[in-house]
């Protein structure tokens, strides 16, 4: 496909310093198209300072879309229309914004769900250069959202999966309303294997490994009650997306290093050196704060045995925890300084408590049930609780020390 025409710029009086193209992908969406182009071409002509096109990508629609599609581009100069042989969201952005000869390319659902006056601060930071990837939240402080509670756990439980499995600290993948420089669009698009719903956060979490900056905007949005996607289709889908992209990066198949190198600020670190980043570095990290306590922990236990073993162990357990939860809090998740420091000591002492549950559990089953078991039978419960309890350890202090917009 060629590159989009360039728009008129006589339009309005004041000076335009950019170009913007916004993508609407839509499919089978006659009813609702004509009524959101006119409106979305009437804000911007009025309150945009950019130059500015509307790109309708049609994904393969069976219906009456393709002719709107086309009378709308036939009648406004700032309409332009893209047609498809193929479904899929995915697919419509990725065709479209690499013909682009835009600075900044972006998109938004055909419902226009999301206030748009959202849409000036979404493309600002990436005009100005200081961001590289912008996106609208539904989760974050600030923004009214308007939607049912089944919608609201749905999204909510999949952006908490996207940050326990996948270390993401974007708050809201799947909001239809987002923003790339031209040059970002470029490097990271051909790395991106989605072709419909999981696009959007396959994009996110390779812009987020690459070391580039994700700006976020809380927006005022409205649920669309005539939405058709399939939920439980799409969520299968985006099931095998997280498993393929966890797999992709534990295997290093995906070459971000080229991305860094082309494209992060060369005065800000990216990753450190040697040390995976995401969630397969913050394991490595804690796992190697947890042997440094376990040993702590042993030794404690060892030395106050004399004083009976769940004395012992509350003692031993309890220091180490709150050393613990102080060398995660710097080298695990890199916060220093005083900030959430109480919180975050709180929450160390929660999960001391489920520790304390299971090892003074795990010593009185031994004691209950194998009265006559040495010390080394001993040790060896109190690794398995452990083990346990580090678990949950790691999974609740990722989240209370998640940083956040």
Avoid at 38 to 62: C, H, K, Q, W
Avoid at 287 to 303: C, D, E, I, M
Avoid at 322 to 341: M, W
Wanted: with cysteine.
């Amino acid at each position: 496909m060629s590159a989009l025409p360039v728009p008129a710029t006589d339009r309005a009086a004041r000076p335009r310093t950019a170009l913007v193209d916004v993508i609407i992908p839509v499919y089978n969406e006659e009813a609702d198209l004509a009524a959101s182009v006119l409106r979305l071409e009437g804000y911007l002509s009025e309150n945009f300072p950019y130059d500015y096109r509307i790109v309708i990508a049609d994904n393969a629609s069976t219906d009456g879309t393709w002719p709107i599609a086309e009378r709308l581009a036939t009648r406004n100069e700032s309409v332009w229309a893209v047609h498809l042989d193929a479904k899929g969201r995915g697919r419509a952005l990725r065709q479209v914004w690499l013909a682009s000869d835009a600075d900044v390319v972006a998109y938004m659902d055909v419902d226009l769900s999301t206030d748009l006056k959202a849409l000036l601060p979404l493309v600002a930071p990436l005009v100005s250069g200081h961001s590289d990837v912008a996106i609208g939240t539904r989760l974050a402080r600030g923004s009214r959202v308007a939607r049912g509670p089944k919608r609201e756990f749905i999204s909510r439980s999949y952006n908490l999966l996207l940050r326990t499995t996948l270390g993401a600290s974007f708050t809201d993948a799947q909001c239809g309303f987002k923003a790339v420089r031209r040059d970002v669009a470029r490097q990271l698009l051909p790395l991106v294997e989605d072709n419909n719903w999981f696009f959007d956060t396959e994009l996110l979490v390779l812009a987020e490994r690459a070391g580039l900056r994700i700006h976020e905007v809380p927006v005022d949005w409205v649920d669309d009650p005539g939405t058709t996607v399939d939920i439980v289709a799409t969520a299968t889908e985006d099931l095998r997306g997280i498993w393929r992209l966890l797999r992709g990066l534990a295997g290093r198949r995906i070459p971000l290093d080229r991305v860094r190198a082309e494209l992060v600020r060369p005065d800000l670190p990216s990753t450190v050196p040697g040390v995976p980043s995401g969630m397969l570095g913050q394991l490595l990290r804690f796992g190697a704060v947890g042997v440094a306590s376990t040993v702590a922990y042993f030794a404690l236990y060892l030395l106050l045995r004399p004083l009976g073993a769940q004395a012992a162990n509350l003692v031993a357990l309890l220091v180490t925890a709150v050393a613990n939860t102080a060398a995660n809090r710097r080298f695990t998740f890199g916060i220093s300084g005083r900030g959430g420091a109480l919180r975050h000591h709180l929450g160390g002492l929660a999960a001391f408590g489920v520790a304390l549950g299971l090892t003074s559990g795990s010593l009185w089953a031994l004691a209950t049930f194998a009265p006559g078991a040495g010390h080394l039978i001993e040790v060896v419960v109190l690794v398995a609780a452990n083990a346990a309890a580090t678990l949950l350890r790691f999974v609740s202090l990722r989240l209370l020390m998640h940083r956040r917009p």
